[in-house]
Antibody, heavy 124, light 106 residues
């Protein structure tokens, strides 16, 4: 079955960068798009961006433009999310999730399934 | 950006009772609306997509309705495993989530 396994928890200082991985299995890696979503403690869900594992093209939430970079390694079926210039407000659980396609002229697609999440703590 | 507003923030329900959750979009999203369930310490799980289609393996007690800007998730008879936080998501124009409704035991 489709499975997404993320890397372990990270603790970073303000101003540093973090790179979180998401290893996919159970399907053809280049067939589906991968998203990153984050959730601050006790808060809701925030979409961060999307990567096409086939060609590597990306789109990011405007709020994070310039600080987030999503990449992929097709040889290991792994997607990476790197967030730079970390601040305390970036403390959150970061999830990867799949959508079966990007967006058509009439709609985009929901997310299913999700990875287990990676806690990133930013603290001095 | 399309803003999604969920109500109520918290819903207290007794096991076996019906729960009705609401989600409103700031502009029409057609039927491009999904519902997710999230339990403590777990990732969200897709329940409903296309406003009313249950995802694979989701019990029939979960149903979704609505289109345009007004949507409803109904849980017909709450089981112990249904107490969780529920999020709506529009995917008509990129992706945005509501702030969630917590369904707690009354």
């Amino acid at each position: 079955q489709v499975q997404l396994v993320q890397s372990g928890a990270e603790v970073k200082k303000p101003g540093a960068s973090v790179k979180v991985s998401c290893k996919a299995s159970g399907y053809t890696f280049t067939s589906y798009y991968m998203h990153w979503v984050r959730q601050a403690p006790g808060q809701g869900l925030e979409w961060m961006g999307i990567i096409n594992p086939s060609g590597g093209s990306t789109s990011y939430a405007q709020k994070l433009q310039g600080r987030v970079t999503m990449t992929r390694d097709t040889s290991t079926s792994t997607v990476y999310m790197e967030l730079s210039s970390l601040r305390s407000e970036d403390t959150a659980v970061y999830y990867c999730a799949i959508s079966h396609n990007y967006c058509s002229s009439t709609s985009c697609y929901p997310f299913d399934p999700w990875g287990q999440g990676t806690l990133v703590t930013v603290s001095s | 950006e399309i803003v999604m507003t969920q109500s109520p923030a918290t819903l207290s329900v007794s096991p076996g009772e019906r729960a009705t959750l609401s989600c409103r979009a700031s502009q029409s999203v057609s039927s491009n609306l999904a519902w997710y369930q999230q339990k403590p310490g777990q990732a969200p799980r897709l329940l409903i997509y296309g406003a009313s289609t249950r995802a694979t393996g989701i019990p029939a007690r979960f149903s979704g309705s609505g289109s345009g800007t007004e949507f409803t998730l109904t849980i017909s008879s709450l089981q112990s495993e249904d107490f969780a936080v529920y999020y709506c998501q529009q995917y008509n124009n990129w992706w945005t989530f509501g702030q969630g409704t917590k369904v707690e035991i009354k």
